[in-house]
């Protein structure tokens, strides 16, 4: 296998292997490190209120009742950053009352979508398809950022403001090394990739033959749907939907599926769109337990590195104080 593909496929396993090979003293470790973060992150409820309005921009995000809080945090340290915005959110089904009301309180009554009323049409259940979607839905009018609910802003965002003033797609790099590249630059012969791979190394290798109505993929970048911008208009759900047949008849039901089959959709689309800014990843970067957070202003804490150093608690807290 070439490096670029070592590379990604190693990226792309990282947390289930991780998830796999975890002793029961780390397992122990990472739970209490989450028991920590949640009982420090509660502070954001003695923040203030935001006030929204309709300003052509949405903050979407799909959460449910267990990461809450952890939700609170991202969206409220987004927002006092970028200064704009509405917030819209996609309850996964877990959401209580108490959760809405709190939500009502401290986001100034969002708009929350009910994941059982996603028409997914020929895309795949769960592994976040339904967010994708609901979000392809929203852009129609407004310019909608997808907004993980473990990511933390802990300074200025002149870039996402840049991007969201020019109409123009921004993502999140999946590594440093991402690039907006031709579709062709990712083409392998699928026989050449192991079926047991990644299914995003899967599709990207037949990126180039796929015609799904976009028209075909022309670009594609190797980016992260936790925290991507989506201009007004552009592609819409119907593009989603061609894919997935496409995509399916290629790979088998099964396998376009799994999780990470939605992040590559997200990629093409953002991608496809004229050319999208990929933000600059060392102050917009995902945390894999590094010692510092250097200069990142948006920092995204992902999968089982997430609470390690007490480097997401730490972040949270940073965030929560400057709310006031």
Same mark, same amino acid.
């Given at each position: 296998?070439?490096?670029?593909?070592?590379?990604?496929?190693?990226?792309?396993?990282?947390?289930?292997?991780?998830?796999?090979? *975890?002793?029961?003293?780390? !397992?122990?470790? !990472?739970?209490?490190? &989450? %028991?920590?973060?949640? =009982?420090?992150?509660?502070?954001?409820?003695?923040?203030?209120?935001? =006030?929204?309005? &309709?300003? $052509?921009?949405?903050?979407? @995000?799909?959460?449910?009742?267990?990461?809450?809080?952890?939700?609170?945090? /991202?969206?409220?340290?987004?927002?006092?950053?970028?200064?704009?915005?509405?917030? /819209?959110?996609?309850?996964?089904?877990?959401?209580?009352?108490?959760? =809405?009301?709190?939500?009502?309180?401290?986001?100034?009554?969002?708009?929350?979508?009910?994941?059982?009323?996603?028409?997914?049409?020929?895309?795949?259940?769960?592994?976040?398809? #339904?967010?994708?979607? @609901?979000?392809?839905?929203?852009?129609? +009018?407004?310019?909608?950022?997808?907004?993980?609910?473990?990511?933390?802003?802990?300074?200025?965002?002149?870039?996402?403001?840049?991007?969201?003033?020019?109409?123009?797609?921004?993502?999140?790099?999946?590594? #440093? @090394?991402?690039?907006?590249?031709?579709?062709?630059?990712?083409?392998?012969?699928?026989?050449?990739?192991? &079926? @047991?791979?990644?299914?995003?190394? =899967?599709? *990207?290798?037949?990126?180039?033959?796929?015609?799904? $109505?976009?028209?075909?993929?022309?670009?594609?970048?190797?980016?992260?749907?936790?925290? /991507?911008?989506?201009?007004?208009?552009?592609?819409?759900?119907?593009? /989603?939907?061609?894919?997935?047949?496409?995509?399916?008849?290629?790979?088998?039901?099964?396998? %376009?599926?799994? %999780?990470?089959? &939605?992040?590559?959709?997200?990629?093409?689309?953002?991608?496809?769109? +004229? #050319?999208?800014?990929?933000?600059?990843?060392?102050?917009?970067?995902?945390? %894999?337990?590094?010692?510092?957070?250097?200069?990142?202003?948006?920092?995204?804490?992902?999968?089982?590195?997430?609470?390690?150093?007490?480097?997401?608690?730490?972040?949270?807290?940073?965030?929560?104080?400057?709310?006031?």
């Amino acid at each position: 296998m070439q490096s670029v593909e070592r590379r990604i496929c190693l990226c792309l396993t990282r947390i289930c292997y991780a998830q796999m090979m *975890e002793s029961l003293p780390q !397992r122990a470790l !990472r739970k209490l490190r &989450e %028991w920590q973060f949640n =009982r420090a992150a509660r502070a954001v409820l003695d923040t203030p209120a935001l =006030r929204t309005g &309709e300003d $052509g921009l949405v903050i979407f @995000s799909m959460i449910g009742t267990r990461v809450l809080v952890p939700y609170l945090v /991202a969206a409220k340290s987004f927002h006092a950053h970028l200064g704009q915005g509405r917030f /819209a959110i996609l309850d996964d089904g877990t959401l209580t009352a108490a959760d =809405r009301a709190v939500l009502a309180v401290h986001l100034d009554a969002p708009l929350i979508l009910s994941i059982a009323d996603v028409d997914r049409g020929d895309c795949p259940k769960g592994g976040c398809w #339904e967010r994708l979607l @609901s979000l392809l839905a929203l852009r129609q +009018g407004d310019y909608v950022i997808q907004l993980d609910s473990d990511t933390v802003t802990l300074g200025p965002v002149p870039e996402v403001a840049a991007a969201i003033a020019a109409g123009r797609n921004f993502t999140l790099k999946g590594d #440093e @090394s991402s690039r907006w590249q031709p579709a062709g630059a990712f083409a392998r012969d699928l026989a050449t990739v192991p &079926e @047991s791979a990644h299914v995003q190394a =899967r599709i *990207e290798a037949a990126m180039d033959r796929i015609d799904a $109505g976009l028209p075909k993929p022309v670009h594609y970048v190797r980016g992260c749907a936790g925290f /991507a911008g989506f201009a007004p208009g552009g592609l819409g759900r119907e593009v /989603a939907d061609a894919f997935s047949r496409e995509a399916t008849a290629m790979l088998g039901a099964a396998k %376009w599926a799994q %999780w990470g089959s &939605e992040q590559v959709m997200s990629n093409v689309i953002v991608a496809n769109e +004229g #050319e999208p800014l990929l933000l600059p990843y060392d102050r917009y970067m995902n945390y %894999w337990g590094e010692p510092d957070l250097g200069a990142a202003s948006v920092a995204h804490f992902l999968g089982t590195c997430r609470f390690e150093r007490g480097m997401y608690r730490r972040a949270a807290l940073r965030a929560i104080a400057a709310l006031g």
